[in-house]
């Protein structure tokens, strides 16, 4: 509660109480409306957002003490007293060299270089999809691993019901507990697997075919590089690195929903974050436009999405029905053209809305178990009746 401290509400309007059987009038709606309102105001950050936290540290912070544990970075980033507490909040513990890279299905980076007409090249994947393998396809082609310490051989010790020698890591690739096999693998999946499990790995470990893994490692670098670069190392979600929030989503339904209140004119706020295009050939980065478009948080975050764009778009829209001297000056035109023509790019051949890029491969390539493409199509749908 550090901001509702630094922004203390003046107005203390009394709390109305109403009984089961008494009328409800405008004057009780309308103090109690205020009421909120003014809560509300105190708990806004000053750049106008309200922050909220966008990140499942069940997920994302054994990620990160692996990484500081590899890095040997542990104890100068992480205090005693962190490291304490992320142990008293986590049940589970994940650590790199616990498990052998043998016991995993193959993210063979050459898919890189294969020609972009071909279903199995990730740049036609879905961009969650696409961003997870980019990074996970370096680290499989490397095969990191990290230092085997004391911590480690106890873990293998503790992990496993059988020696850590004896894990049958070809039979591991594909065990799952039934309460986690949400979708289970088709047989074509299971095909794909053990082809490059047993035919295409062993071909890239050993003189030509390591040279060929070496050029397929620089190019994934190269748009690992490019990822980062353009999303201010903020990348495109929890997935792959972790959100900076999600401002303007959290943002767009405040402010439409303190205009639809009719009090918009005594709690002005104010909505300016539109994209540029990223720079260089954005078919050779896999890129949708995104010049006019809003992104999940900030920014800075970069990726276009076309539902944010249209909540975003109808929040600036009902601003500007507001008096200047209470939002500000409305967006230009220009920018306002911009982000109908981003929202417009995303509708797929079927008539739906994509909701960060096109779809771009084909149906039938969802029996492999790829993750091709998501739609909003309600949400845009509703933006633009509205």
Not at 11 to 36: C, F, S, Y
Not at 240 to 265: C, H, M, P
Not at 301 to 328: F, M, N, Q, R, Y
Request: aromatic share 10%; with cysteine.
């Amino acid at each position: 509660m550090q901001f509702a401290r630094e922004n203390p509400c003046v107005a203390n309007l009394p709390q109305i109480k109403v009984q089961d059987l008494e009328e409800v009038t405008e004057e009780v709606v309308t103090t109690t409306l205020r009421r909120g309102l003014n809560f509300y105001s105190t708990i806004q950050a000053h750049d106008g957002h309200w922050p909220g936290d966008c990140g499942g540290p069940m997920f994302l912070l054994p990620a990160l003490v692996i990484t500081l544990h590899i890095t040997g970075a542990l104890n100068v980033v992480l205090s005693i007293e962190h490291q304490r507490e992320m142990c008293r909040y986590l049940c589970n513990h994940q650590v790199l060299g616990a498990y052998e890279w043998s016991g995993n299905n193959p993210l063979p980076p050459e898919v890189w270089l294969c020609p972009y007409i071909l279903p199995i090249h990730p740049g036609q994947m879905s961009c969650h999809c696409r961003m997870v393998y980019l990074p996970m396809s370096y680290i499989y082609g490397k095969r990191l691993v990290g230092p085997i310490t004391p911590t480690i051989i106890s873990l293998r010790k503790e992990l496993y019901i059988v020696p850590y020698q004896e894990v049958d890591w070809n039979k591991a690739c594909n065990q799952c507990a039934n309460e986690d096999l949400y979708y289970p693998h088709p047989l074509v999946q299971h095909i794909l697997w053990a082809s490059l499990q047993k035919v295409i790995e062993p071909i890239m470990g050993h003189w030509p075919g390591n040279k060929l893994r070496e050029k397929a490692l620089c190019n994934v670098m190269q748009h690992v590089h490019y990822e980062d670069e353009n999303t201010r190392y903020i990348c495109i979600g929890p997935v792959n690195k972790g959100y900076n929030r999600s401002q303007l989503w959290d943002t767009s339904f405040a402010v439409q929903a303190i205009i639809s209140t009719n009090l918009g004119e005594e709690y002005g706020l104010t909505l300016r974050k539109v994209l540029e295009d990223c720079p260089g050939d954005l078919k050779f980065w896999y890129r949708h436009i995104s010049k006019g478009a809003w992104p999940f948080s900030t920014a800075d975050h970069g990726w276009p999405i076309s539902d944010c764009t249209a909540e975003g778009l109808k929040a600036v829209l009902l601003l500007s029905k507001l008096p200047l001297e209470t939002v500000g000056e409305p967006l230009d035109m220009v920018q306002l053209f911009d982000a109908v023509n981003v929202i417009l790019s995303l509708q797929n051949a079927d008539g739906g809305f994509a909701t960060y890029e096109l779809t771009r491969s084909y149906r039938w390539f969802e029996i492999c178990g790829m993750y091709l493409s998501c739609n909003s199509s309600i949400d845009i749908v509703q933006e633009i009746i509205s």
